[in-house]
């Protein structure tokens, strides 16, 4: 369903002119509000009135992580402080996390760009969502709830974590909807069919799942235990949390609220626009938000725009799923790898389970090695060695042709890689860079 056709499937031109009205009055504001941004604008030399089409963006400053982290914690509030009604902030492995203040129109916006991603999922007033992405400063539990509660929904704010309780409350309040990670939703799988329930039987049937990486090998996996279609949806603390992109129907590409999330792909090292179709660094303005809005804000996510016609109706452009991230890239004996092309080519080889760890250790000739720790089927363990060992070939030869570089594979029993109930993890590093 299209939960807000007047701006999903609005045409182009009238989207482009309330798309430049909304920057012209955010750079106003900001310019007026927010020091940092006056001081960039004036370095700059560009103001408001320098803006004549929305494609003028490129005049503008950028903002990136690092200006957030050094702004903690309201650097960037461009309202006064008693307007902001809610906080989030994004975990981060290392530094000061990123924060999202939220006034009350800025929470009736993620409303908004939640309940159109997940109507786009199949959500009604009739379903009953199973919310297991995290509760609590990530955007994850908040969004997805506010989206179905705006859809009339009834929502089960279960929060990650607990597997055999989430799978108790799915089998007795018969749950129809899923939200989590991709990666939880294969555990809570795993689990089921290990306590012998048969989620195919089940009335869950479809999901929004993100928040991290996966693959259409991945989704495949999900959609088969459970029964169900699976959508991927996408976004970030720093824009709003979920609802900045979302698959409808037809899964392919995502598309970007861009009447909201003004998205640009630019080529990571000169920051100039990329062409039409070709991969880049996803940027985003948030055109409409309060409390810390942002411009050009550099996502460091890999993706390229998919701008043909979708047979939905919607007219807002797509983006291609994630192929990984700036700061995820691997450079492994000076080749660059994204943990996705490994997991992609992983998925495509018979008898591996969807659990894996890239292990990479600096060896004694100061060379980058990699282990490629991989869970297999228990059936394998239980025959012959032979059968392990030509999996173990297979898997290491493939890698070779598909990346380009030797990589050593260790087959492991199944489970007995770490599951997460969040992101996942999937890299350890263990060079000193
Ligand atoms: O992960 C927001 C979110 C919650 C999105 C629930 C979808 C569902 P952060 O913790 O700030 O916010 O992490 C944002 O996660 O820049 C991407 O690198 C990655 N990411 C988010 N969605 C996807 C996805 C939330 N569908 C960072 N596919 C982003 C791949 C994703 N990566």
């Not at 993100?210 to 991927?232: C, L, V």
């Not at 979302?246 to 080529?267: K, M």
Request: glycine residues 8%; aromatic residues 8%; charged residues 30%.
């Amino acid at each position: 369903m299209i939960y807000n056709p007047a701006y999903e499937c609005m045409e182009k031109t009238a989207r482009a002119k309330l798309q430049l009205a909304n920057l012209k009055n955010l750079v106003e504001t900001l310019y007026a509000h927010v020091p940092f941004y006056r001081k960039k604008m004036d370095e700059l030399k560009v103001k408001a009135s320098d803006l004549h089409s929305i494609t003028d963006i490129e005049k503008l400053p950028f903002t990136t992580k690092d200006d957030l982290r050094e702004l903690y914690p309201h650097g960037l509030l461009a309202c006064p402080k008693d307007r902001v009604v809610e906080v989030h902030m994004s975990s981060g492995t290392t530094g000061k996390p990123v924060v999202d203040e939220y006034t009350q129109k800025d929470i009736d916006i993620w409303r908004e760009s939640m309940a159109r991603t997940m109507a786009a999922g199949g959500c009604t007033r009739d379903d009953i969502v199973q919310n297991c992405y995290g509760y609590g400063l990530f955007t994850g539990g908040a969004g997805a709830h506010y989206g179905a509660l705006t859809l009339g929904a009834e929502v089960l704010p279960m929060s990650s974590g607990n597997t055999a309780r989430q799978l108790m409350v799915m089998e007795d309040f018969g749950s129809t909807m899923l939200t989590c990670t991709p990666s939880y939703a294969l555990y809570m799988a795993e689990e089921a069919s290990a306590a012998g329930i048969d989620l195919q039987k089940l009335p869950i049937c479809k999901g929004c799942f993100g928040a991290e990486p996966w693959s259409e090998n991945m989704r495949k996996e999900i959609e088969t235990r459970y029964g169900m279609k699976a959508y991927d949806i996408y976004g970030l603390t720093e824009i709003i949390g979920p609802g900045v992109a979302f698959e409808c129907e037809a899964q392919n590409g995502l598309h970007i609220n861009e009447d909201i999330f003004y998205p640009e792909i630019i080529e990571p090292e000169t920051g100039k626009a990329q062409k039409r179709g070709e991969k880049g660094e996803l940027v985003f303005t948030t055109l409409t938000k309060e409390g810390t809005p942002l411009l050009r804000y550099r996502t460091r996510d890999i993706t390229y725009f998919m701008d043909d016609e979708c047979n939905c109706g919607r007219t807002t452009i797509r983006m291609h799923r994630l192929f990984g991230r700036t700061d995820d890239m691997l450079i492994i004996r000076g080749v660059n790898v994204f943990p996705s092309q490994i997991e992609h080519a992983l998925f495509a080889i018979e008898g591996t389970e969807p659990a894996y760890l890239i292990v990479i250790n600096r060896g004694e000739k100061q060379l980058d090695e990699v282990e490629l720790h991989v869970e297999v089927k228990q059936e394998f363990f239980s025959d012959e060695t032979r059968k392990l060992e030509e999996l173990r070939n297979r898997i290491e030869g493939e890698m070779k042709s598909k990346l380009q570089i030797g990589l050593k594979v260790k087959l492991v029993e199944p489970k007995s890689i770490e599951r997460s109930i969040g992101k996942a993890k999937r890299v350890v590093d263990n060079r000193k860079l």
